[in-house]
Every structure is written in C-alpha cells, then in structure tokens.
C-alpha cells in the first residue's frame, strides 16, 4: 500500500504489478471502514478498474468490491466474459443429465447471480463426482 513513489515515476503506457493484497490486513476484514480505507488508498493508483478474477468476483472485499465504489465503476476483463458465456449457454440448454458443482464457498450466500438462475456454492469436505 506504499506505492505511490513508484507510481508516480510511471510514463505514459507503463504498468505497475502490486503484489498479491490477498493476505493484507484491510483486504477482507469485517469492517467496512477498514476495508474501505484500504480500498481509497489503493483508487488514488487506480486509472481504470478491470477485474478479471471469476473465481474471487464475489467476495466483498477493498480491491474487489471497494476500489470500484470509490472510482465509480469497473469492468470486466476476458477471463470473466468468458465464465459468464459458458455459464449462461450451460444454464439456457443443458446437456442432460447436467450436474454443477462449485466448491471453496464460504457459506451459502455466496453465489452466482445468472438472469433468471442462480447457483448455489455450498462448501463441502473433500469429494470425488464422476
């Protein structure tokens, strides 16, 4: 969170690669304020806002959810437009017999919105679906 030096020395078209905010303290902690305050320190680096992150999309997080509330909007990269293609053809004509299985979910509202479906994750201890 200390990169304003070196994004201040950036020329026009260069990028800066922050490292993984996963573990850092403000990233996903309980309290709003704090994971918005790190979310408004990382907007002052940020010139346009692309997630490309399917699998972390859903977590209300400073660099997921934050940083596009404070910069006023966001997109969706390539990896994403892709999820949601496969998805929505899946759930509009499904192979039968169609089984769908998401995992690593942290309780039940975790989930993914598709029009009129939506998917449940449910965490689960180790298991094999053939």
């Known amino acids: 969170l200390t990169a304003g030096p070196q994004v201040a020395k950036l020329r026009n078209g260069e990028v800066l690669l922050l490292e993984n905010l996963r573990f850092h303290k403000g990233e996903d902690s309980k309290d709003v304020g704090a994971r918005m305050q790190m979310a408004s320190i990382l907007a002052q680096y940020t010139d346009l806002y692309v997630c490309d992150a399917f699998g972390t999309a ?73």
């Open 58 to 130: 859903h977590r209300d997080t400073a660099s997921m959810t934050g940083i596009p509330r404070i910069v006023g909007a966001g997109i969706a990269g390539y990896l994403i437009e892709r999820e949601v293609t496969f998805l929505s053809k899946l759930m509009k004509a499904p192979h039968q017999p169609c089984l769908l299985y998401t995992s690593d979910a942290a309780d039940e509202e975790d989930s993914v919105d598709l029009g009129d479906s939506r998917i449940i994750k449910k965490k689960r201890k180790k298991e094999n679906i053939i």
